[in-house]
């Protein structure tokens, strides 16, 4: 029987259980020592300090590093192309900034020039159906209109 065929209580699963499988234990064993001679015995120093104190001890000899091997001379074209891509990322970067600015400056001036249209657009229109009456300005009446220095006669 298929483990999907068996009967079993509704709501209940089928679990299976897993047992860990232990590790074998790690053993530390530390390193064998090898006691290794020196092939003289060195020799002991002793130094007297100024304050009239005694120091003693082994004398040791400077480690010298070895020589550090010639790097190849770079060539001056390999320097001024590096030097002209670092030119030319500097220049490409301001221009970067250069036309930002413009088109902000552009926006800038298109900003007050709408600006400038409704001021003066407003005052007009003020100007127009203001009801002010004939201070200083003139009635027409097109159709029996008799022109006399800045009057309209109907």
Same mark, same amino acid.
């Given at each position: *029987? =298929? !483990? #999907?065929?068996?009967?079993?209580? &509704?709501?209940?699963?089928?679990?299976? %259980?897993?047992?860990?499988?232990?590790?074998?234990?790690?053993?530390?064993?530390?390193?064998?020592?090898?006691?290794?001679?020196?092939?003289?015995?060195?020799?002991?120093?002793?130094?007297?300090?100024?304050?009239?104190?005694?120091?003693?001890?082994?004398?040791?000899?400077? *480690? =010298? !590093? #070895?020589?550090?091997?010639?790097? &190849?001379?770079?060539?001056?074209?390999? %320097?001024?192309?590096?030097?002209?891509?670092?030119?030319?990322?500097?220049?490409?970067?301001?221009?970067?900034?250069?036309?930002?600015?413009?088109?902000?400056?552009?926006?800038?001036?298109?900003?007050?020039?709408?600006?400038?249209?409704?001021?003066?657009?407003?005052?007009?229109?003020?100007?127009?159906?203001?009801?002010?009456?004939?201070?200083?300005?003139?009635?027409?009446?097109?159709?029996?209109?008799?022109?006399?220095?800045?009057?309209?006669?109907?």
């Amino acid at each position: *029987m =298929h !483990p #999907e065929q068996t009967p079993r209580v &509704p709501g209940q699963r089928a679990v299976k %259980v897993h047992q860990p499988t232990p590790f074998p234990p790690v053993v530390d064993a530390p390193a064998p020592v090898v006691p290794v001679q020196p092939g003289t015995v060195p020799t002991v120093a002793s130094i007297v300090l100024p304050d009239g104190r005694v120091v003693t001890g082994y004398a040791i000899n400077p *480690m =010298h !590093p #070895e020589p550090l091997t010639a790097k &190849p001379a770079v060539s001056r074209a390999a %320097v001024n192309v590096a030097l002209g891509g670092v030119g030319f990322l500097a220049v490409c970067g301001g221009l970067l900034l250069l036309t930002t600015f413009i088109a902000a400056l552009a926006a800038f001036v298109h900003q007050l020039v709408i600006l400038a249209a409704v001021i003066f657009g407003g005052w007009i229109a003020v100007q127009v159906f203001s009801a002010s009456g004939h201070r200083g300005g003139t009635t027409v009446h097109i159709r029996k209109a008799v022109i006399k220095r800045n009057h309209f006669h109907g």
